[in-house]
């Protein structure tokens, strides 16, 4: 598990990878909230690219959750 912050800042994102055969499993969890989002993607895709596109999902579920 890595941790970042949201693009904005706000905030820490836990960040899970898990292996799924030839797919990854993300996991992105805010820790101010706990809102987790999870998504896909192929082994050929770095880590930083899918670890940006699931925190990009947490932060539009967050946004949503606001309204």
Request: proline content about 3%; charged content about 30%; glycine content about 12%.
């Amino acid at each position: 598990m890595t941790t970042g912050r949201t693009p904005s800042g706000e905030g820490r994102v836990f960040l899970e990878f898990t292996r799924l055969g030839r797919q990854v499993k993300v996991s992105a969890i805010d820790e101010a909230t706990g809102v987790e989002v999870s998504m896909m993607g192929p082994l050929t895709v770095s880590q930083e690219e899918l670890g940006r596109l699931a925190v990009r999902k947490l932060k539009r579920r967050l946004e949503q959750g606001a309204r």
